[in-house]
């Protein structure tokens, strides 16, 4: 530990005969003040500090700002934060891999030593985001895409087993082990971290930062972890701090239980609704109240795990009994539990009754008001109560319910006539399947899945489900032929689980089978439908729907075809795959009918707690043990693939999955100066909630797309073109994809759907890239205009790359998400924000203005300062706005004047 410990708060705690040294935070609050009331996660990141101190990146005022929080419950001073360690997965471990290849040649092209390149804290990847449920409702479903995906996705695996044998402190889950933040939580977290240096054990809590935004999950078990882009993770990896500013913390007290029938879903849709209403973007949440004892962990797990979607940082839990029962669950060693109880209550970690912290703000919620909820059709908080879903679906639509038989009869003897319900035909459109006729409507339920970790990481949800289907299946009741189903488990915990309760037969019965143990649906790899649906999807240009028990239902996301998406729980997404329609109100009409005839509805079938809690009894300590006994060893496809040996990677010219990044090509060289930016042209126009999904898809490559066109080029078949986030190791990829999401809207077009904009000097319609290649040529820099939360979703570090490699010097918004807003600074792409009461709207842009941002020119860059915007319209005439740079902390302007933040990082590595 490099602590200078100004304080001399070096505690020693003795736990079951063994020794550990601490930094004690109650000797610390002898010379900062009183901190007892403080958040429990703010404690956390002050005894980072009191660890780090080293007067440098961490000095006693750092330490005494977290204590003077107590005061004004925020504070404006920036920090440098230490993680404990790293957590990626495949989609953003590969391409930061890849930088951390192109780095070592860099370091190797300048006369330096590789080896420097090397992660300095523990890196845990998990290979979970690119199996894809090409089969399903099969019991073969799960060896099929297993070997598909290895088939797919060989270069990739290679690649990552070199990175394993290559680079120390870095260890690989293999693919079909789980989804990384369900392993995490379930095996990689420890609550309290340890670490031996010089013949000391010191003892610490386990915090860390994941390329992927629902790191937050973990926070559920007590531990402190967001995401962050894997540009910002890389750097981390190599030994910056995460600069931050210490934040404002929200507390969300819970009180009461949930009602009979009421899930863990419905709850987290609450509350992430209601702190998207709060406005919670940039600051901690920390849960707390008496509510919280019976609150399983499971059930905080996956509350956690939607921090992104409510747009905190992350939804913190402190530790308790409940947290020391799920190590115990999950087989952590009793050493691992007695030093998480120790540590926390010597610390005052420790959630005990009646513990209220003091908070920059607060909400409450009685569980007990919580209802049966899903979420859609295309924002995770977009919470609707279940019997509203068919009237949310039909206000989608634009339509009106379709009138009941009274009102029908009551138009008929007025001369009056029905009502539209729909774009097609009123019977639909017909299609045949497996030799059977069928009509294929709005609204249709085309796939259900139970999918991603935030559901399947908690048993009483999926036993319910499992539950669910016994007993459909024992009152006869069948999925609709035109549902895609699966059931893709975030470790293989939950088939164990399912086995023991006898539960697997009546899933498979409704062909919720097997497809494997990653993300699949969740993040868009859903794979086709029959081709006989998707065709009279075209057809009628259908509106159908999807149903998962996911976190993200943004649009283009889950299926390019499937226009509405709506987050449920495991049970009720087994229900709509019964009922076949969202325009079923499961509520109080029937799912469909029984052996005899009659009609079955949910409450038939929907089990009792009792019968829930009885299932998840089958769980236990031992199914842990077995299935993480060897995580890291693969199946024999894993085993088998060759790895080279050497400090520094052989790149395959031919390779259309890893291709040597242009990033550092001129590293050696003086970083540019920053200047102003004259006479830009718009590359897009766009509107509120731009995700990173819409900037940088991880979904299907379209044929006719400038990837498409690429990779078709190299001799790829498009049958084999995988998708956009399986070939993140690959630049002339991503950059063609940048903006290529099928949904984005700019309103250039006239708000017109697809990757396109105007040419401006040409007036013509172009594929973005292909228009920033021509702008390029031509020499001229370009900017991009949005609305409101540009960059909300996933923490896509293409999202940036890409905007960068498309020659884009600046984004202009009227607010950002926290992570893309870092990921463009950590490329060297300004983030600019325009000041109360202007926007594009307000500014009359129509996206053929040129631009040129003022205020750079010969001046020290600061954090946060004005810049002038001036505009020239096509008529000529001219306006300067003020806009504020979202360059937030000093350690973001180094890094923007260097290029980047791993510019910043190898100039400095190639320095010493």
């Known amino acids: 530990m490099s602590s200078i410990d100004s304080l001399n708060c070096r505690r020693t705690l003795d736990v079951e005969g063994k020794r550990y040294e601490y930094f004690s935070l109650p000797e610390a609050a002898r010379q900062l003040g009183d901190i007892d009331r403080l958040p429990v ?44 360690r790293v957590l990626m997965q495949d989609f953003t471990g590969v391409p930061a891999v890849v930088d951390l290849a192109a780095m070592r040649d860099a370091m190797a092209k300048a006369g330096g030593d590789p080896q420097k390149i090397n992660p300095l804290s523990p890196v845990d990847l998990v290979i979970d985001h690119s199996v894809m449920v090409d089969k399903f409702a099969s019991p073969a479903a799960f ?75 973990i926070n559920g078990l007590g531990v402190l972890g967001w995401g962050v882009g894997g540009i910002e993770a890389e750097a981390a990896m190599l030994g910056q701090p995460v600069s931050m500013l210490i934040p404002e913390v929200i507390g969300f007290k819970l009180t009461g239980r949930l009602r009979e029938g009421i899930t863990a879903t419905d709850l987290v849709l609450t509350v992430t609704q209601m702190l998207r209403k709060k406005g919670v973007v940039g600051k901690f949440v920390e849960f707390y109240g008496d509510g ?56 005052g970690m420790w959630r005990h009754a009646g513990f209220e912290p003091v908070f920059s703000d607060s909400l409450a919620l009685d569980m007990s008001s919580v209802e049966a909820s899903l979420a859609g059709p295309k924002r995770p908080q977009d919470r609707v109560a279940l019997p509203q879903v068919s009237k949310a679906f039909e206000d989608f639509l634009g339509l009106q319910l379709k009138p009941t038989a009274k009102e029908e009869s009551r138009l008929e003897s007025e001369g009056g006539g029905g009502v539209a319900v729909g774009n097609a035909a009123q019977n639909g459109i017909e299609y045949q399947h497996d030799g059977y006729t069928y009509n294929l409507n709005d609204g249709a339920v085309v796939i259900a899945a139970i999918t991603s970790c935030t559901n399947t990481s908690n048993p009483s949800v999926m036993m319910a489900a499992g539950l669910l289907a016994k007993k459909a299946v024992e009152k006869g009741l069948q999925r609709k032929p035109w549902v895609k189903s699966s059931l893709a488990p975030g470790s293989k915990v939950v088939t164990e689980y399912f086995a023991a309760a006898g539960l697997t037969e009546y899933l498979d019965t409704l062909g919720f089978d097997l497809v494997g143990y990653g993300c699949t649906t969740c993040i868009g790899n859903s794979g086709p439908l029959p081709d006989p649906i998707e065709k009279a999807i075209q057809e009628g240009d259908l509106t159908v729907a999807s149903v998962l028990s996911g976190n993200r239902n943004f649009e283009g996301r889950v299926h390019p075809l499937v226009k509405t998406n709506w987050l449920a729980s495991p049970p009720l997404v087994v229900a709509y795959a ?47 043990r077995k299935e993480y006994a060897e995580v890291f060893a693969g199946d024999e496809q894993w085993q088998a693939i060759e790895v080279p040996q050497s400090d520094t990677y052989a790149w395959q010219a031919d390779s259309t999955y890893i291709q040597h990044p242009p990033f550092f090509e001129d590293i050696a060289d003086a970083p540019p100066p920053i200047g102003d930016v004259h006479d830009a042209n718009i590359l897009a126009l766009l509107g509120d909630s731009v995700t990173t999904d819409h900037i940088s898809p991880a979904g299907n490559i379209k044929v006719d797309s400038p990837a498409g066109r690429y990779l078709r080029e190299q001799g790829v078949e498009p049958v084999d073109f995988n998708s956009y986030g399986s070939r993140r190791g690959n630049h002339e990829v991503m950059m063609r994809g940048t903006f290529a999401n099928i949904r984005i809207r700019n ?23 292909d228009a920033a290649m021509r702008y390029q040529q031509q020499g001229t820099p370009l900017v991009v205009i949005a609305g409101k939360e540009y960059g909300t979703g996933s923490s896509r ?52 203005e040129t631009l040129s941002i003022k205020g750079l020119d010969g001046v020290e860059i600061r954090p946060l300062m004005p810049l002038t ?28 004047k260097a290029g980047g933040i791993l510019h910043y990082v190898l100039r400095q590595l190639i320095a010493n």
């Open 869 to 896: 915007l001036e505009i020239t319209h096509t008529d000529g005439k001219r306006q300067s706005v003020e806009v504020l740079c979202r360059i937030d902390t000093l350690n973001e302007v180094e890094y923007f």
């Open 747 to 769: 309103e250039m077009l006239d708000g017109e759907e697809g990757g396109n904009t105007l040419h401006v000097p040409s007036g013509e319609k172009l594929a973005i890239y």
């Open 143 to 217: 060896g099929e895409n297993v070997d598909i995906e290895m088939q797919r996705n060989g270069e990739r695996y290679a690649f990552l087993r070199w990175g394993q044998s290559a680079f120390d402190n870095f260890s690989v889950v293999p693919p079909g082990t789980g989804i990384c933040h369900q392993v995490n939580l379930e095996y990689l977290g420890r609550t309290v971290w340890t670490k031996e240096e010089d013949g000391v054990t010191y003892a610490y809590p386990d915090t860390l930062v994941g390329t992927d935004s629902h790191t937050t999950m």
């Open 578 to 624: 019964l009922a076949g329609s969202v325009r079923v109100n499961i509520a109080d009409e029937p799912l469909g009918e029984d052996r005899d005839g009659k009609p079955v509805y949910l409450r038939d079938i929907w089990p009792s707690q009792q019968e829930i809690a009885e299932a998840v009894q089958q769980v236990d300590t031992a199914m842990f």
């Open 797 to 848: 570090d293409w999202a940036a790359k890409g905007t960068n490699l498309l020659g884009v010097k600046a984004v202009i918004a009227e607010s950002f998400e926290r992570i893309h807003r870092s990921n463009l600074v950590g490329m060297g792409v300004l983030p600019l924000q325009f000041s109360a009461g202007a926007d594009r709207k307000s500014l009359g842009l129509s996206g053929r």
């Open 292 to 347: 919280l004892a019976d609150l399983p962990l499971a059930d905080r797990a996956t509350i956690a795990n939607m921090a992104p979607e409510y747009g905190a940082t992350c939804g913190f839990f402190p530790v308790d009994e409940i947290t020391l029962g799920y190590l115990r669950l999950s087989g952590r060693p009793e050493a691992t539990v007695k030093l998480v109880e120790a540590y926390c209550k010597a610390q």
């Open 41 to 84: 996660s703010l404690k956390v990141l002050l005894e980072n500090l009191l660890r780090w101190e080293d007067d440098k990146t961490v000095t006693r005022q750092d330490l005494q700002a977290l204590s003077d929080w107590l005061q004004a419950r925020r504070s404006d001073r920036e920090i440098q934060y230490r993680p404990a």
